[in-house]
């Protein structure tokens, strides 16, 4: 069994940054991707970035430049480092796991990021 433990976020001022991180806790697993995705409200959950266990990235148009995704492999943890908030950054993000083995997908509970402007 995996589970994902997620921190940081906040309420900031535009202009400010914020770093969340995401561990995946648990044995016998083998890591595809991590990722992180985020859903305002009275919208649908989109991607924010991803990274590969091979550290290829994949980020949103709307964000790219500001935020930067990171793994530290060792510790199964993805980092996202988030410069020059706008207010419509905010939402509840969600760290996303994929593994290859087994092949299963997994989701956090979801932080709360709130950018004041």
């Known amino acids: 069994q995996v589970h994902l433990v997620e921190s940081g976020g906040g309420q900031v001022q535009a202009g400010e940054s914020l770093r969340l991180s995401c561990a995946a806790a648990?044995?016998?697993?083998?890591?595809?991707?991590m990722g992180w995705y985020r859903q305002a409200p009275g919208k649908q959950r989109e991607l924010v970035a991803t990274i590969t266990s091979g550290g290829s990235t994949t980020y949103a148009d709307s964000v790219k430049g500001r935020i930067t995704i990171s793994r530290i492999n060792a510790k199964n943890t993805v980092l996202l480092r988030m410069n020059s908030l706008k207010p419509e950054d905010t939402a509840v993000y969600y760290c996303?796991?994929?593994?290859?083995?087994?092949?299963?997908?997994?989701w956090g509970q979801g932080t709360q990021v709130t950018v004041s402007s």
């Open positions: 996303n796991l994929l593994l290859t083995t087994p092949p299963y997908e997994y």
């Open positions: 648990g044995s016998g697993f083998s890591i595809n991707a």
